[in-house]
């Protein structure tokens, strides 16, 4: 969230799931800046697992060109670049 806190627990805590679900990347919100993900990769990489980071979002922002298509257009090719890499 971007008005929340978080704190060593909550990194454990996501680090934990990621690593237990076998998730390969994460997305960072366009608003969050992104050193806040930073952390949790590397927790991943300390605990051996190969987190990546898919690219960054768009969610109640606009897309690149200002528009809400171009919002779920960016969103969906930046999902599938990250999907589809091994």
Do not use: W
């Not at 992104?34 to 690219?55: D, P």
């Not at 109640?60 to 999907?83: C, E, W």
């Amino acid at each position: 969230s971007t008005v929340s806190e978080y704190g060593l627990k909550d990194i454990s805590d996501m680090v934990n799931f990621i690593c237990k679900q076998n998730i390969r990347s994460v997305f960072v919100e366009s608003s969050v800046p992104a050193q806040s993900i930073q952390a949790v990769l590397e927790g991943c990489l300390a605990r051996k697992h190969n987190l990546t980071k898919g690219g960054t979002l768009y969610s109640d922002a606009v897309g690149p060109d200002g528009s809400y298509f171009s919002m779920i257009r960016h969103n969906v090719s930046t999902i599938q670049k990250a999907l589809d890499t091994p």
